[in-house]
């Protein structure tokens, strides 16, 4: 481990941290830089434990204790410095203990993703970085198998969606596909039956498709407000909604995969995933 104390902000080992709150900047040069940022020593401490690598570490005085202990023996920098400094280079107050700069694991091939899979999840689209954490944490939480996010999904790996996900998304064996339609070739070669989660006047009930679901299942969601184009919508094999009261119409997507995952699981009896998630995810 390498302790660097910060005193300029000119050093280009600090690229990685620049302007952290655009938004706009951020999904475009992290993935083209190959990285992600872990926010807080325990997303930072999930990441490692996950096989990922970090590029650097940025603490401030007062954490570094614990995060010389997270790192442990690894040869990696970790930047010092106070807390006002800080603010500056990254755009926002560092409350949660640490960053880190951490190098994008190599995404799987969709057809091995699905290989050992029963239950998983597709979102389509998701433009909020909010729903897709809050998506990957459900689908830790209730044991679906796998997320696959389409080419138009929000990153799963922006500082956002790490955080509201709980670090989950570093656990959730994931992959990226082109398109819904593009893909049911593949779902159907691994023996998944295609499910959307819209509202259309031929959808089934949820209970009652829950009642006999297909051995594999693999459950897509839309985006937020316009829900699933018509493309995706006359590719997939079933269309399924939830029933809803007072006027309402549906739920938010995070929400709707949470509900839609525990029906498959309770009435299925899936009772978690077919590996360990940190192990899945290596």
Known sequence: MQLIEIDSLDDPRLNDYVGLTDVALRRRTEPERGLYIAESQTVLERALRAGHEPRSVLVAPRWLPQVVEIVGDRDVPVFVGEEPILEQLTGFHL????????????????????????RVVVLDGLVDHTNVGAAFRSVAGIGADAVLVTSTCADPLYRRSVRVSMGTVLQVPWTRIDS????????????FEVVAMA????????ADYAAAPADRVALVFGSEGPGLGARALAAVDRVVRIPMHHGVDSLNVAASAAVAMWALRAAAGVRGTSLPLEEAAR
């Not at 819904?180 to 023996?191: K, L, R």
């Not at 509202?199 to 949820?206: F, M, S, T, W």
């Open 180 to 191: 819904v339609a593009s893909a049911i070739p593949v779902f159907h070669a691994a023996g």
């Open 95 to 118: 409350h949660r203990g640490a960053l880190a700069a951490m190098q994008r694991p190599v995404l799987p091939d969709a057809s091995a993703l699905l290989a050992h899979a029963r």
């Open 199 to 206: 509202l259309r006047d031929d959808a089934v009930d949820l």
